[in-house]
């Protein structure tokens, strides 16, 4: 065999490797996508109500029963509530691990997944008692999760669109969104709980004021509780976009 056939071979042999890990990939993906389409659609089945916009404060203070959240925590014990935010595809469950890397790559029955599933930081009551309840999700390429997050850089989209709804077993919390920002992923202001402190807190308000990429002044207080929902930015891997929502 002379040295040209002996590079023929080795180009023929690449050639096959990379055919083949394509095609894995490839297979890989389309698996990855078929399972995630599977787990959303047995979790359909949960999915509350949105409280229509003409329901009058009477209604919305009435005892609140969302028996789909019930069933869904009977069922998946890790879950907390379900999310969602009309005019994105931000309409999932989410749940609450032992830590912040469990759920990164699980699906809510702890099987293998590369969407993950949207979960609250373990360290903030599942009640949203606390003043920042965080809840983090990857920013998927086909719009699953937080995937869709990233239309509230545009400042149209954020200014015309402000709710969203947090649905737990006995109680229904209508978000209204007033700012989103790009922070690194060790941003110790937004991602701490440190909070015990009427400074801490009003540092917290004026902080998001100043490094939000859009803002909505309404007026938040101290006293208020916060939901910041947290993903990755697909184009710069050292930051994290952030959509900031208060208690209303």
């Known amino acids: 065999m002379n040295l040209r056939q002996t590079f023929l071979i080795a180009g023929i042999i690449m050639l096959l490797a990379v055919m083949g890990y394509s095609g894995y990939r490839l297979w890989d993906i389309y698996s990855n996508r078929a399972s995630e389409v599977t787990v959303r659609n047995q979790m359909l089945v949960y999915r509350p109500t949105i409280p229509h916009s003409d329901d009058t404060p009477a209604q919305q203070s009435d005892p609140v029963v969302n028996q789909s959240i019930i069933n869904l925590q009977y069922n998946h014990q890790s879950s907390v509530g379900w999310l969602s935010i009309p005019n994105t595809w931000v309409d999932h469950p989410f749940v609450q691990g032992q830590d912040n890397s469990f759920y990164l790559h699980r699906d809510i029955n702890h099987n293998a997944l590369h969407a993950g599933t ?56 209508e978000l209204q969104i007033f700012a989103v920002a790009i922070i690194r992923p060790y941003d110790r202001i937004i991602y701490g709980q440190n909070f015990e402190t009427t400074e801490s807190r009003e540092y917290f308000i004026d902080y998001v004021r100043r490094i939000a990429l859009h803002y909505q002044d309404i007026d938040v207080t101290k ?26």
Do not use: K
């Open 118 to 173: 949207i979960f609250m930081d373990y360290r903030n009551c599942y009640n949203f008692s606390d003043f920042n309840t965080l809840i983090y999700g990857h920013n998927m390429n086909n719009g699953s999760m937080f995937g869709t997050l990233p239309y509230f850089t545009n400042q149209s989209f954020f200014e015309e669109n402000n709710v969203g709804y947090v649905f737990l077993p006995y109680q229904t919390y």
């Open 223 to 248: 006293e208020d509780r916060f939901v910041t929902l947290s993903t990755c930015r697909n184009d710069a891997a050292n930051y994290r976009l952030v959509v900031i929502g208060v208690i209303a």
